[in-house]
Structures are given as C-alpha cells and as structure tokens.
C-alpha cells in the first residue's frame, strides 16, 4: 500500500519504518526538516533497538517531506501520528492534530481519489468523530463515509521494545465506521497475523486509555505495597512473585519502584480524570494513582538522608531516559529527584547513556559525566533508570539507594537501601 505517516516521532517511525519492512511504501511527513534530514541520513530520529537497521534496509520504500498536502495525495492510507500533549488542566491538547486534519482536508479538496485517514494520535472518545472529522470535511468539502473514510488505531508500543513490540503485539485495535476502513486496516497488518479487535471509533479511543490508566494504576499500587513491605520487612519481591502467579493478576508490570514516567502514563491518566469529571464521574481511583506517583521518586531522598546531610554534597545520579532503551526523558522520575536534590543544597553529578544532551537542555545546572563509573565514584548514587550497564559498576566504595533493582550494587555498596526493598 502507498502510505503517508504524519509525524515523524516515536510512534510515527517505529510505525512508518516498520510498515516498510513488511512491505508497503511509506512517506514519513514531519514539520521539523532536522528529523527529515536525519531520516535522509540512515538514522532515526529516535532511539529505538533495531529501527535504524529497519531504516537502512527498507530505504527503497520510504520517503520523507514536510509538505502534507503532497504527501496526502500521493498516498491512498494516511495516519496520523503527531503529539498530543497535556494542558495545564489536565485536558489534551489537539492543536497538532487540528491542524494536521486541517492540512489534510485541504489536500483532499483538490483530489478526488478514495482515501482513509487512519487517527493513531491518543486522543479522548468523541474527539475523532467530533472534532477531526468536521475539520476534515469543513477544508475538504467532502462527507466522511462517502467520499473519504475514517477510522482510530491506537498505538500500544512500549518505548525500548518498540520495534519488537510492532512484530509482536498483543492485539491491534480497529475503531472504524464501515467494513471498508476495517479491509484497510486487514490489509496494512496482515502480515502480523496479529489478532484484530474491530470496535467503534469511540470504543477504539478508550480502549487507549484505560490500557495506560490500568497500567498505571497496578503501577502506583505496586509501589504503595512496596512502601508497605520496606517498611514491615517483608520481602517486596517474593510478595509479587507469588500474587503474579495468579493469572488474573499477571506478573508484568507488577513492580515496585520510583514510579512510571514517559510520554503517555501520566499526561493519559491526567487526560482520563479530566474526561471523567467532564461525564460528572468522580475519578478518585484515578487521582490517587497520580498522587502515589508523584510522591514516590521523593522518598529517594528520604532514603538518602538517613544516611547523609545532603546540603553541599556530591550526589551522583545514574539513568536520566524515563526507562531503559530509549533517549526520551518525557517525565522522566530523574527530573522531581534532581530538582529536590538541588534545592535541598546538593550538587548533582549524573550520568546517561542516551539522555544526557536532551536533559541538559531542561536541566543545566548540574554536570554531566561522559563515565557511569566515575558517577558511582562520588562515594553516593541514586539509581533511577535500569540500564543494563549498571549491572557492570564497581559499587564497593558507594552509598547506593536503588530505585530500579540493580543487583550487582545492592551486593557490593557499602551502605544500600532498595526503594521498596
Ligand atoms: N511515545 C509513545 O510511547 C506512545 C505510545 C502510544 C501512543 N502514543 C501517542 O502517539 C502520539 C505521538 O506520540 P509521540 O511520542 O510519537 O510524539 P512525538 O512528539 O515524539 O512526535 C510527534 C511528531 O509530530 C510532529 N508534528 C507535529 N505537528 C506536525 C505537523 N503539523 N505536521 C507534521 N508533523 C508534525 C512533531 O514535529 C513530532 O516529530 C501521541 O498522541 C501519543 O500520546 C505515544
């Protein structure tokens, strides 16, 4: 299929990226020409295992431009993949989608080839049938259902696992109006063999939602019965493992920590309390999974001052990324801690494999060490993302407080003190 991807993100490349792999031909479309030229250059304009080698492979069939209009109708599927961030009130921000329907309608004025427009953007229920699609037929002058379809697929991926997530998903959702945008979708993925949930629109909307705020939930609940076992020494991760077992309950992401970060938990959990309120629902499950959240990566430094006055001293901070396996530092759990440890008088030395050039932008007052190893040699570190070379430190001259479970430091560190464990 001849497709144009809306947004060369995260969730636009691994998607554009992979869809070439599996064989169709991709215009990614961006409106920042320094992610285009990097695409251009072989390389993703995000991290993610794997995509740059999907890149290189697959360059026969992907393009990239900034112009929408063009890459719209060239194209018979178009999804759109742009951010859609959160307003101070918690609400979604769709000013780029507005705009990017906008465009596109302005595309299919001029053009009287069939096409669908697939929402992949999380947005709230009604918004795709509400907002986007009298923007589409305002600027087209054209009927949603008649003369071009519309149908929401919303995006599941992981970051870190992002491109094995797409060859392997758990179930790809189709929220669409007719059997023709529901044969497109079938078509796009049917080299997945994946299972296809059709539903509607709205439905498809939600099902985004209450993915990340159950998630979130068992998150903030791990950590609330992690606190709880630090506290009365029971051993937080035996106590998982065994409730895990339990299918209903399931073991993934049934972890104790410094709590979720990234660019969808906390802005969709806000986005879903905000919805909530607007049905008249009183969301208090939901609000306390922020509040749990927010308070969590603190009590690293509660843990910390136990142990030390942190007024004038070196503190060392290991993993700035939101997780593991990607550059993106969207609320990430370093940004609360180090801002803390800052105005509690410390000075703060941290280290990032991939974070550090993005996190400096926001946060320059502190120095940035090219060595994970001569972090950990301040004599005191706060774990907070999991990458994999922190198992390789040498931690015996170290305080550790571990927000992520890193087994080597937890045996070797002079002093240490698990979040929850
Ligand atoms: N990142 C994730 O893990 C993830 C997972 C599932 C769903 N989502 C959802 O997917 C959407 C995209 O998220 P993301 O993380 O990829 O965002 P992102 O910020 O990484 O990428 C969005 C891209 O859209 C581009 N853009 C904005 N307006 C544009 C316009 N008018 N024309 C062309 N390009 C434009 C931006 O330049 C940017 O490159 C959001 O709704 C998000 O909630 C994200």
């Keep these: 299929m001849q497709i144009s991807v809306i947004g060369a993100g995260y969730v636009g490349c691994v998607t554009g990226i992979c869809l070439a792999e599996i064989g169709h031909n991709v215009i990614l479309v961006d409106k920042d020409p320094r992610k285009l030229e990097t695409i251009l250059s072989g390389k993703s304009p995000v991290f993610e295992c794997g995509l740059d080698n999907l890149?290189?492979?697959?360059?026969?069939?992907?393009?990239?431009?900034?112009?929408?209009?063009?890459?719209?109708?060239?194209?018979?599927?178009?999804i759109v993949c742009v951010g859609t961030p959160q307003n101070?009130?918690?609400?979604?921000?769709?000013?780029?989608?507005?705009?990017?329907?906008?465009?596109?309608?302005?595309?299919?004025?001029?053009?009287?080839?069939?096409r669908t427009i697939i929402i992949k953007s999380t947005v709230l229920p009604g918004t795709t049938e509400n907002i986007i699609v009298p923007i589409l037929e305002r600027e087209s002058g054209k009927r949603a259902g008649e003369d071009f379809d519309i149908g929401m697929n919303p995006e599941f991926l992981k970051e870190g696992c992002a491109v094995e997530d797409f060859f392997h998903t758990d179930r790809i959702v189709v929220g669409a109006q007719n059997q023709k945008t529901?044969?497109?979708?079938?078509?796009?993925?049917?080299?997945?063999?994946?299972?296809?949930?059709?539903?509607?629109?709205?439905?498809?909307?939600?099902?985004?939602?209450?993915?990340?705020?159950?998630?979130?939930?068992?998150?903030?609940?791990?950590?609330?019965?992690?606190?709880?076992?630090?506290?009365?020494?029971?051993?937080?991760?035996?106590?998982?493992?065994?409730?895990?077992?339990?299918?209903?309950?399931?073991?993934?992401?049934?972890?104790?920590?410094?709590?979720?970060?990234?660019?969808?938990?906390?802005?969709?959990?806000?986005?879903l309390i905000h919805f909530a309120e607007l049905?008249?629902?009183?969301?208090?499950?939901?609000?306390?999974?922020?509040?749990?959240?927010?308070?969590?990566?603190?009590?690293?430094?509660?843990?910390?001052?136990?142990?030390?006055?942190?007024?004038r001293k070196k503190i060392g901070v290991l993993g700035l990324a939101f997780k593991p396996g990607t550059d993106d530092i969207r609320e990430s759990r370093a940004f609360p801690i180090i801002r803390q440890l800052l105005q509690e008088g410390a000075e703060v030395l941290a280290y990032d494999p991939l974070a550090m050039v993005s996190f400096s932008a926001i946060i320059p007052g502190i120095q940035y060490i090219s060595s994970a190893q001569d972090v950990v040699n301040t004599g005191t570190v706060l774990i907070v993302t999991?990458?994999?070379?922190?198992?390789?430190?040498?931690?015996?001259?170290?305080?550790?407080?571990?927000?992520?479970r890193i087994r080597k430091a937890q045996k070797e560190a002079v002093i240490y003190e698990g979040i929850c464990w």
């Design 88 to 114: 101070e009130d918690g609400s979604t921000d769709l000013q780029f989608v507005k705009n990017v329907a906008a465009s596109i309608g302005k595309a299919m004025e001029s053009d009287n080839r069939f």
């Design 55 to 78: 890149l290189i492979k697959n360059h026969q069939r992907i393009r990239t431009t900034g112009n929408i209009q063009k890459a719209v109708c060239e194209t018979e599927l178009t």
């Design 182 to 271: 529901r044969t497109v979708l079938d078509n796009l993925y049917r080299q997945l063999n994946a299972p296809i949930f059709y539903t509607s629109i709205k439905n498809a909307e939600m099902i985004k939602y209450v993915s990340n705020a159950f998630l979130a939930t068992k998150i903030s609940f791990a950590n609330e019965i992690g606190n709880m076992c630090k506290a009365a020494g029971i051993d937080t991760d035996e106590v998982f493992s065994g409730v895990g077992m339990d299918t209903r309950i399931s073991p993934h992401f049934f972890r104790s920590g410094i709590g979720f970060g990234g660019s969808c938990f906390p802005k969709d959990v806000n986005a």
């Design 279 to 311: 049905q008249g629902v009183d969301p208090r499950l939901l609000r306390a999974t922020i509040a749990t959240n927010d308070t969590q990566p603190l009590k690293m430094i509660t843990l910390l001052k136990k142990h030390l006055d942190i007024n």
């Design 386 to 404: 999991e990458w994999e070379e922190f198992e390789h430190l040498d931690y015996h001259s170290a305080l550790v407080i571990d927000g992520r």
